[in-house]
């Protein structure tokens, strides 16, 4: 059984919440971004890169799953540590997942490892926190930490994995987690829909993700204790159309919820081809058909309105909108739901971090070598 929801929560399966909900008909201020700095890691290329989190006195620490490790560079580049390595020790890693910040602590989760590791942002460790190894009720899965809220508690949700791979897709519980991974409270209950794919062909399983998921986003913010769910339903006609998002903290309580409008843009027909022909000639050797193919992927006739979303430690949300074009639009959202501007930035970059001034990003060359740059926010 899940845990008792919160009493102001307001959401159920598509979250559809009474009439509080305000709607902003007016596009939001633009914002222009200026390059300040760039870290290339030139003498340490960068790998997959899943986070950048900005430190005191210019420098950022930036999260390498791949690497099994986090890396601090001060503010003309140069790397001054390393935390964390490959391994099953203390302070080391298996499957880095999530990292973050809470006033000079630094987080990490490992989802193989099932446990939670607290360094100080000098490189120092402070403690391990291990997750509950067993499910609370018979074989139920395990509780997975998704990061730390600043009051203590953390969120997360159950092991999917198992439930995904065997059979049809099913709801979230994006749940209020003790730092043993304990359920204390569900937040929220989103929709899977359109995530995953899966054909069979006989013992064969190929499992991947949708090109054009929809199904709701949901981050945690660790310095405002919230987590924020973006409804981002393909639109089914050409007609304006609404992405909600709600913001829950860690109570359960609806922080907000609101709408914003935009207008679909339709998913050409060739991409939407290139895409099918693509996926279904990664998998001609186990014997997938096209028709097989078509039938599991979820080929909308509008791109879904929203792509990613990053909560920043200055309480905004940046919501990435479509991508599939040259340039993309951010939109800012306030701490209290407020679309407050908006940013247009190169298809090959995705801004990671966010401060009132400045946002940190994620920049790929042609060869997909990523580089981090800051920029200066001018509005």
Not at 279 to 286: D, P, Q
């Amino acid at each position: 059984m899940l845990p008792s929801v919160g009493r102001k929560l307001c959401m159920a399966l598509l979250l559809l919440c009474p009439t509080e909900m305000k709607s902003h008909a007016q596009g939001p201020p633009t914002w222009r971004l200026v390059e300040e700095q760039q870290w290339s890691g030139e003498t340490n290329l960068f790998t997959k890169i899943s986070a950048i989190l900005p430190i005191s006195g210019g420098s950022i620490l930036v999260v390498e799953p791949r690497e099994a490790r986090m890396r601090v560079f001060d503010e003309s580049g140069k790397q001054e540590r390393s935390i964390g390595r490959e391994g099953r020790g203390p302070g080391e890693f298996v499957r880095l997942a999530a990292a973050g910040l809470f006033a000079d602590t630094l987080w990490a989760t490992d989802v193989n490892l099932r446990r939670t590791s607290l360094f100080r942002t000098s490189g120092d460790l402070v403690s391990t926190l291990p997750w509950n190894v067993l499910g609370e009720v018979g074989n139920e899965p395990t509780n997975l930490v998704g990061g730390l809220f600043a009051d203590g508690t953390a969120w997360g949700e159950k092991d999917r994995a198992a439930a995904t791979i065997s059979g049809p897709e099913l709801p979230r519980a994006i749940l209020r987690l003790a730092r043993s991974a304990r359920s204390m409270d569900t937040l929220a209950v989103v929709e899977t829909a359109h995530t995953l794919f899966n054909v069979m062909d006989g013992p064969t399983m190929n499992l991947g993700p949708q090109p054009f998921a929809d199904a709701p986003l949901v981050v945690g913010s660790t310095s405002r204790s919230r987590v924020y769910v973006v409804l981002r339903s393909a639109a089914l006609t050409r007609q304006k159309s609404v992405v909600r998002v709600v913001a829950v903290n860690a109570k359960g309580d609806t922080a907000w919820s609101r709408e914003y409008p935009y207008a679909p843009r339709p998913l050409e027909r060739r991409t939407a081809d290139s895409v099918l022909n693509r996926t279904h000639y990664g998998m001609r050797r186990s014997g997938a058909t096209l028709d097989a193919v078509r039938s599991v992927l979820f080929l909308p006739a509008n791109r879904p309105p929203v792509s990613a979303a990053v909560a920043a430690d200055d309480g905004t949300l940046w919501l990435r909108r479509e991508a599939g074009q040259s340039t993309v639009e951010y939109w800012v959202i306030s701490a209290d739901g407020s679309l407050v501007g908006s940013v247009t930035v190169a298809s090959n970059v995705s801004i990671a971090a966010a401060s009132r001034d400045h946002v940190w990003a994620i920049r790929s060359d042609a060869d997909d070598v990523p580089s981090v740059v800051r920029y200066r926010i001018s509005r």
